[in-house]
């Protein structure tokens, strides 16, 4: 009997909910938005009072440098960010919601509740509070 690989089981499982998310926020109106741009936005929608860097958006999200910058392109050719250099750093940018992104939050939202609710359909609570043990372990090891 073969026995299943943890990495290669989270894999599966990332690319399985990135092709859901996908399907979802293409109904949305937003083409084209990976899991990891969905994070990004839904990031810098919770903290759009104050000002955002790139650096603090990769490591938020757990990138390397050259990847959120090729992410963050991206998504600023898409319309859905701009990034401005720092008026206090010129070495860092400053990244901010567009208003396209902002109407279209509340929405993703609401998508994103009913999509969770049928992807934690017959799991309880206590084992979900096991997985997230479990990952945020997984995640210390990996440091």
């Given at each position: 009997m073969m026995r299943r690989k943890i990495p290669f089981e989270i894999k599966i499982l990332d690319n399985m909910l990135?092709?859901?998310i996908c399907e979802n926020v293409k109904k949305e109106?937003?083409?084209?938005?990976?899991?990891?741009?969905?994070?990004?936005l839904s990031y810098l929608y919770r903290n759009k009072d104050r000002i955002i860097y790139q650096n603090e958006v990769e490591k938020k999200i757990g990138v390397r440098r050259s990847t959120i910058s090729g992410i963050l392109k991206t998504m600023e050719k898409n319309g859905?960010?701009?990034r401005n250099d720092s008026s206090e750093d010129a070495r860092k940018k400053e990244v901010s919601l567009t208003l396209?992104?902002?109407?279209?939050?509340?929405?993703?939202e609401k998508k994103v509740e009913i999509f969770?609710?049928?992807?934690?359909?017959?799991?309880?609570y206590e084992e979900k509070e096991i997985f997230?043990?479990?990952?945020?372990?997984?995640?210390?090891?990996l440091k």
């Open positions: 990135n092709r859901k109106g937003i083409s084209n938005v990976s899991h990891v741009q969905a994070d990004i859905l960010i701009i396209k992104s902002i109407k279209k939050h509340d929405d993703l969770e609710k049928e992807l934690l359909k017959g799991i309880s997230f043990k479990v990952i945020d372990k997984l995640k210390d090891n």
